[in-house]
């Protein structure tokens, strides 16, 4: 998808707005999933904190100079990608017109404003709310942002050429799965690295298109998208994403919101880290697939760290956010 020299030329843009995250290694992770040695990729330490950050700079850099005319970009997410965009629109002095399905997390909404983000909130969830902003894009002069662009997935892409050039002896990296940029990133850099680590996509029990759509070869569509992660709450695969996951991934798997919730709690007591649900979603899968893990160096991407809180209070309570 990208060679190594289109990895490193978006990650000296990309590093002049977003640092460098670390990759950690934690060994009680390790001890709790029976790994060698269990590394984590903390994009919830990134600007904005969630790896989103990344693709919103390479992104706004090729509109600027593929689309000059453009007053800037209207987009829709749930929360990661919306302050992406506003956060690189706003330093180019551009508009950012972000749609958000009703009942959307409070704090990110806020996040987004903050941002720049002129905000609405349209629809029941992500997928109403991206079919309506891409309706609107067509009045206004706005470039439309999908969901998954090849300049998004480029930027993406930083956090695991950080990762694989820090570990490249790394033999399975869990990453959570949305609309698709940060499997297909990971995907991507350890391609154009010329690495064998096997790279694992984590889909949500109640919103599993993903997985449906990799095993009929297709992109299947569910009813609802009904999980508390809400990074993971799509309806409907990108079918350009599961092109790529669908031949790159060593294989999907689904956790339901008790084990996210459960990962959640384990990211706090063994590494007092903030993991939002999409964020532990890889390590829910790992615990799950833990005696495939035995001796082996495991990579885990904490997408993000973008979680309210009251539903992180009642995650360390012991229970499990109802959506």
């Known amino acids: 998808m990208f060679t190594e020299h289109e990895l490193d030329t978006a990650h000296s843009l990309v590093s002049k707005l977003v640092p460098p995250t670390p990759a950690l290694d934690w060994p009680l992770l390790a001890e709790a999933l029976g790994a060698r040695q269990v590394i984590v990729k903390h994009e919830n330490h990134a600007p904005t904190g969630a790896f989103k950050v990344r693709g919103g700079v390479t992104f706004m850099d090729w509109l600027k100079r593929e689309h000059p005319d453009m007053e800037g970009v209207i987009t829709a997410t749930r929360g990661n990608h919306g302050q992406s965009q506003a956060r690189a629109a706003t330093a180019l002095g551009l508009k950012a017109k972000i749609y958000v399905p009703k009942g959307n997390s409070v704090e990110k909404n806020a996040a987004m404003r903050a941002y720049g983000a002129d905000l609405v909130e349209y629809g029941n969830d992500f997928d109403e709310a991206k079919d309506e902003a891409m309706r609107i894009a067509a009045t206004l002069p706005l470039f439309p942002v999908p969901p998954f662009h090849r300049e998004l997935v480029r930027g993406v892409a930083t956090y695991g050429l950080e990762l694989f050039r820090a570990h490249p002896d790394l033999e399975r990296v869990y990453v959570p799965i949305g609309c698709g940029s940060g ?134 309570n012991g229970r499990t956010p109802e959506v």
């Open 183 to 316: 499997i297909c990133g990971t995907i991507a850099a350890r391609d154009a690295l010329g690495l064998k680590c096997e790279v694992v996509g984590v889909v949500s029990t109640g919103a599993d298109g993903a997985l449906r759509s990799v095993a009929e070869g297709m992109p299947i569509a569910t009813d609802s998208a009904r999980t508390f992660a809400d990074g993971m709450a799509v309806r409907v695969p990108v079918a350009e994403a599961l092109a790529i996951y669908g031949a790159g991934a060593h294989h999907l798997g689904a956790v339901p919101d008790e084990a996210i919730a459960e990962a959640i709690r384990l990211y706090f007591t063994a590494t007092h880290n903030l993991a939002e649900g999409a964020g532990a979603a890889a390590l829910a899968l790992a615990m799950a697939e833990r005696e495939e893990l035995k001796g082996r160096k495991v990579g885990l991407i904490l997408s993000g760290g973008n979680i309210d809180r009251a539903w992180y209070a009642e995650i360390l």
